[in-house]
């Protein structure tokens, strides 16, 4: 009766005779635990680009342009129509329903029912 639950499953599987599929399975952990020899292989790295020898990079002397970015600019003033909000015909009414009975039920303790 003090029995773990692994003990019972061993006792279990222990007393059982061995099928075809545990077999395989036992087969199986086995083989992996033997592990496995790999073979060599070479490979061939085509990754890098492939630039022709008469080409040649230039570099360019940039530091004009960042030197404008940074530079303190004076930002002209933009007139935008913001269309974001949600448009309410003038004749729909929107009523309010009062919720605080509902939500003061919701606070309250409740006893649960099993």
């Known amino acids: 009766q003090g029995q ?11 007393n059982k005779p061995l099928t075809l599929t545990t077999m395989a399975h036992q ?14 292989v070479e490979t061939v790295d085509k990754s890098a680009p ?6 040649q990079v230039k570099t360019v002397d940039r530091s004009a342009h960042l030197a404008a970015i940074a530079s303190e600019h004076e930002l002209k003033h933009a007139e935008t129509v913001d269309k974001s909000a949600p448009a309410i015909p003038e004749d729909v009414k929107i009523k309010t329903i009062d919720r605080s009975a509902h939500l003061a039920a919701l606070a309250s303790e409740h006893e649960l029912k099993h």
Request: charged share 25%.
């Open 4 to 14: 773990t639950c692994q003990q019972n499953t061993a006792q279990h599987f222990n």
């Open 27 to 40: 087969q199986l952990l086995a083989d992996l635990e033997k592990g496995a020899r790999l073979k060599d």
């Open 50 to 55: 492939v630039i022709e020898g008469d080409i």
